[in-house]
């Protein structure tokens, strides 16, 4: 069984875009990345799918439901953070995480305690006095303390200070090695790269690509970083030797050049002797340079 299967998933808002034939799978036990620049489609796909928006059009199953019709069965057996945390006012931290644990008929006071001092969390404090950072943690234990089968997270790290945010992955790895799917949007890519075997990256309301980490890393393409003096006519002479040579940036003074190389390496090694250079840095792409060269590239496509 799948732990996520959307077919041809639409959202429109009239005139704004939503989503438009999203096809995605994730499978039971993954630990998934969906990543894309704000206002790309993540919070639309994850609402839609958790059915807090209803589709224009197409299907999509959670855990073996209907997202339609067994939407209350969904919700049991998944824990969701949002991307914007709001809460009760007046109440205080634990008492909402105590009635969180309720809506489900559950008694989750020790996870949650367990996770308010992983987390270091004051449960006395009321959710209105709470930092951004804070409110983040209640949203992201009330998500996790009945252990789910599937934990989709919208933006979960938004708000975290570095510290908290290594132990919020910790605590996904473990709820990960439990068997619990886990599915989280990110526009920050070294998340994804660290951590997730799966990706799938959104703009402009379309999936562009979805594979394993490992596959899309594996492109045959290197960053190349040169410091010293290339000419425009030195890149192109080198293109003439390379399969291609894309995202090629250079400073306002024409002393650092990059680009990614596609092509024998031993070519580019041949050109590098013979030109006036201090210094070259090859390695292997960003996963963020990967996806917007082939995002780059699949735009150019279209408009030919």
């Known amino acids: 069984m799948k732990a996520i299967e959307i077919d041809k998933l639409t959202?429109?808002?009239?005139?704004?875009?939503?989503?438009?034939?999203?096809?995605?799978?994730?499978?039971t036990g993954d630990f998934y990345g969906f990543i894309g620049p704000?206002?790309?489609?993540?919070?639309?796909?994850?609402?839609?799918?958790?059915g807090y928006i209803?589709?224009?059009?197409?299907?999509?199953?959670i855990l073996?439901?209907?997202?339609?019709?067994?939407?209350?069965?969904?919700?049991k057996r998944t824990g969701y953070l949002p991307s914007e945390i709001n809460f009760y006012k007046g109440m205080?931290?634990?008492?909402v995480l105590s009635y969180s644990a309720k809506?489900?008929?559950?008694?989750?006071?020790?996870?949650?305690?367990k996770l308010c001092e992983r987390l270091d969390l004051d449960t006395s404090k009321r959710v209105e006095e709470l930092s951004l950072g804070n409110r983040k943690k209640v949203g992201i234990i009330c998500a996790v303390q009945h252990h789910p089968e599937l934990l989709i997270l919208d933006e979960p790290t938004s708000g975290l200070d570095p510290l908290m945010q290594r132990e919020f992955f910790n605590i996904l790895t473990e709820e990960n090695?439990?068997?619990?799917?886990?599915?989280?949007?990110?526009?920050?890519?070294?998340?994804?790269?660290?951590?997730?075997?799966?990706?799938?990256?959104?703009?402009?309301?379309?999936?562009?690509?979805a594979d394993k980490v490992g596959n899309l890393k594996k492109t045959g393409a290197k960053k190349v970083v040169i410091s010293g003096e290339i000419s425009n006519s030195d890149i192109e002479q080198l293109k003439c030797k390379a399969e291609a040579i894309d995202n090629v940036e250079r400073t306002a003074s024409g002393k650092h050049?990059?680009?990614l190389y596609h092509g024998d390496i031993k070519e580019l090694l041949r050109f590098l002797i013979d030109q006036d250079i201090r210094n070259v840095n090859i390695t292997e792409p960003s996963l963020e340079e990967i996806f917007m060269n082939y995002y780059d590239t699949k735009q150019a496509e279209g408009q030919r």
């Open 177 to 209: 090695k439990r068997g619990a799917t886990i599915f989280f949007s990110s526009h920050v890519l070294s998340e994804v790269q660290e951590h997730c075997r799966m990706a799938a990256f959104i703009r402009d309301g379309r999936i562009i690509i």
């Open 64 to 75: 073996g439901t209907d997202i339609v019709s067994g939407i209350d069965e969904i919700h």
């Open 257 to 259: 050049t990059s680009f």
């Open 38 to 50: 704000n206002g790309a489609g993540k919070s639309t796909t994850i609402r839609t799918i958790l």
């Open 92 to 95: 205080k931290v634990k008492e």
């Open 11 to 27: 959202k429109n808002y009239g005139s704004s875009r939503g989503i438009t034939e999203l096809c995605l799978s994730v499978d």
């Open 54 to 61: 209803r589709p224009t059009s197409g299907s999509a199953r």
């Open 103 to 113: 809506l489900r008929g559950l008694n989750c006071d020790s996870e949650a305690a």
